[in-house]
């Protein structure tokens, strides 16, 4: 009879992945090598940004009492950006200036090159310019710390650096960052069954898909991966490559040879080695092995192709996301139409979202690969549940 380790619902398993995700690590990365990490430590502005009173405007620096409508001032200076915050326009004159350029001291306001009879562009600095319109006090002048202030956070500790997030760093002058560095991944294809792309079939042989899925799956999710697709059914060959595909890894992924049947290498390399291969209740990916190798957290997803991409949302994603220092988000949609089905176990269904419902794909097999593209995610029907009607709410795993 076959030997199970434990039988375990969707939720019991869930926990025992996160039983193993390691205690959080903070290493220091250059900016341009820190998208989608999070950031562990937040970073506050060292100095106020702008760092001092800006200009808004390309125009004419001035004080807001000698306007006069059609009246002209003498332009005493030339301020570009760049150029060192200092004293003028003196009273009655004015300063020309650029776009971000520091307001000398005494200018209040700033004149739009528009409102006066200067020419926009390269033209040489004026004697005097004439004012067409007198704009209100104050007029196009950024406050300094009118962005951000010196010593306020910029990016909170825990948040994934996107674009903005980088730029809003690398505008405070932060060249390196603290962050959660982004597991290594190795995700390992087995089956004597199987051929890479490219290469001829022979009768009873199939293209290896799922290293290509997995290693999409976490490359999506933003880590590095080495994928692997071991062509083989050889238990004792496996047993000495294991030294190998624990190497340089903070996870090891499989695929297939997990379940009862006769030729189930990783079951057979594995199972006496710490990994526990059990049941959990769920429909597709029954058949899971999990546990840790040296120290290094090993899943063994089932080899059917939907079981697998559904194991890894539902398993290896959680891992990844908490070891990565990212929360695990629950999602939730609401079911676009009626779904039938046999309670006992959670169910995962391919969907797609329509007006934001999830609409159940017609094809639901578990061997049905070119089925996933074009999906969404998968609904989750909770296992007591038989019938769900269409608009109420469902538990959500995205596709990346
Ligand atoms: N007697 C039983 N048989 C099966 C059970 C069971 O409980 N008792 N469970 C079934 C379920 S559920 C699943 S899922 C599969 C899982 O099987 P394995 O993890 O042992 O996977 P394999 O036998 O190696 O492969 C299953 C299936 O998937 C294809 N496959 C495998 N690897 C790939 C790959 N990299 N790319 C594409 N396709 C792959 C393989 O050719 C098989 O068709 O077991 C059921 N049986
Ligand atoms: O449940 Mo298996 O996971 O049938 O494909």
Redesign the pocket.
């Known amino acids: 009879m076959e030997h199970l380790a434990w039988q375990r619902t969707v939720e019991q398993h869930r926990e025992a992945v996160l039983c193993m995700v390691p205690p959080p690590a903070v290493v220091r990365r250059a900016l341009d090598e820190a998208l989608g990490l999070v950031l562990a430590v937040g970073a506050t502005a060292p100095a106020d940004l702008p760092g001092t009173r800006a200009s808004a405007m390309d125009g004419f620096a001035v004080r807001h009492a000698d306007l006069v409508q059609g009246g002209t001032l003498p332009v005493t200076l030339d301020v570009p950006a760049g150029a060192r915050p200092g004293e003028g326009p003196g009273p009655g004159s004015a300063a020309r200036i650029m776009t971000g350029a520091p307001v000398p001291t005494g200018a209040d306001t700033v004149v739009a090159v528009e409102y006066t009879d200067i020419p926009r562009g390269p033209v040489p600095l004026p004697h005097q310019v004439r004012i067409h319109r007198v704009p209100p006090l104050g007029d196009a002048i950024r406050a300094a710390g009118s962005d951000v202030a010196a010593g306020s956070v910029v990016v909170a500790a825990g948040s994934v650096l996107d674009a903005t997030a980088i730029s809003a760093l690398a505008a405070t002058g932060h060249a390196e960052v603290s962050v959660r560095p982004a597991p290594r991944v190795r995700v390992v294809s087995t089956g004597a069954e199987l051929r890479s792309p490219g290469q001829p079939l022979a009768a009873g042989q199939l293209h290896d898909s799922n290293s290509f899925l997995m290693a999409a799956l976490a490359r999506s999710l933003g880590h590095q991966v080495d994928r692997v697709s071991l062509q083989h059914d050889d238990a004792e060959a496996l047993t000495a490559e294991l030294p190998r595909l624990l190497h340089g890894t903070d996870i090891l992924v499989f695929s297939g040879g997990a379940s009862a049947g006769a030729f189930e290498v990783v079951r057979q390399a594995l199972g006496g080695r710490g990994i526990g291969f059990g049941h959990v209740a769920?429909?597709?990916?029954?058949?899971q092995g999990l546990g840790v190798l040296d120290g290094v957290p090993v899943f063994c997803l089932?080899g059917?192709p939907?079981?697998c991409a559904?194991s890894f949302l539902a398993f290896v994603r959680p891992w990844l996301d908490a070891a990565a220092g990212r929360g695990g988000q629950q999602h939730r949609v609401q079911l676009g139409q009626e779904l039938g089905g046999k309670p006992g176990r959670t169910r995962f269904v391919g969907a797609v979202l329509r007006e934001g419902r999830g609409v159940p794909a017609a094809a639901r097999q578990?061997?049905q690969v070119t089925r996933l593209a074009g999906l969404d995610g998968f609904l989750v029907v909770p296992a007591e549940r038989e019938s769900v009607a269409a608009g109420e709410e469902l538990g959500w795993l995205p596709l990346p």
Do not use: I, L, R
């Open positions: 769920m429909q597709p990916g029954k058949p089932p059917n939907v079981a559904v578990s061997h």
